[in-house]
């Protein structure tokens, strides 16, 4: 059973940058899965930052678009998340998820991860 | 863009009663690219239906899902305990590729 564990650092300063790093653990990362990160702040609905599947093909929500990386490591089994010039309102508890295709939803998220955005 | 626009916000119920929540689509969604989500208080969202109405795995019968175009409906045949908690929708279009609504909180009365 795939489950899914992201780390990093709960605490980044503004306009610094934010790394995260989903580990994927029972299943293989290079499947055929497409694998999400998604973010919520506190008190607020999810809204998606991107995606990426195993070839290094990516998707990112717009509105996040010229700050974000997403980026996939197969021997690691894992993925990554950048998210640049960050602000208060990058505040949040990030997911990341496996979709296994647009038509079956995110069917396995991790617990989340809260990274604060403050000096 | 599509938007989604979930109602009620707050839906304030008793166990054993019937839940029927509303997901309205700025512009046409394919049925087979609407899913909901159950989110419990620190806990991640967890899949409930895909392609507007297939339940996920393990999901109990009492969700169900309908609708198409613009209007989804969610219905929670008799509330359990254990059913209290937010619900989203989400759809697979565009820009962006994935999409949430605000979500419906659903509340003991």
């Not at chain 1, 990516?58 to 490591?73: C, G, H, Q």
Request: some cysteine; hydrophobic content about 30%; aromatic content about 10%.
């Amino acid at each position: 059973q795939v489950q899914l564990q992201e780390s990093g650092p709960g605490l980044v300063k503004p306009s610094g940058t934010l790394s995260l790093t989903c580990a994927v653990s029972g299943g293989s990362i290079s499947s055929s899965n497409w694998w999400s990160w998604v973010r919520q702040p506190p008190g607020k609905g999810l809204e998606w930052i991107g995606e990426i599947h195993h070839s290094g093909s990516t998707n990112y929500n717009p509105s996040l678009k010229s700050r974000v990386t997403i980026s996939v490591d197969e021997s690691k089994n894992q993925f990554s998340l950048r998210l640049s010039s960050v602000t208060g309102a990058d505040t949040a508890v990030y997911y990341c998820a496996r979709n296994i295709a647009a038509a079956f939803g995110m069917d396995v998220w991790g617990q989340g991860t809260t990274v604060t955005v403050s000096s | 863009e599509i938007v989604l626009t979930q109602s009620p916000g707050t839906l304030s119920l008793s166990p054993g009663e019937r839940a029927t929540l509303s997901c309205r689509a700025s512009q046409s969604v394919s049925s087979s690219y609407l899913a909901w989500y159950q989110q419990k208080p620190g806990q991640p969202p967890r899949l409930l239906i895909y392609g507007a109405s297939s339940r996920a795995t393990g999901i109990p019968d009492r969700f169900s899902g309908s609708g198409s175009g613009t209007d989804f409906t969610l219905t929670i045949s008799r509330l359990e305990p254990e059913d209290f908690a937010v619900y989203y929708c989400q759809q697979f279009g565009s820009s962006p590729r994935y999409a949430f609504g605000q979500g419906t909180k659903l509340e003991i009365k």
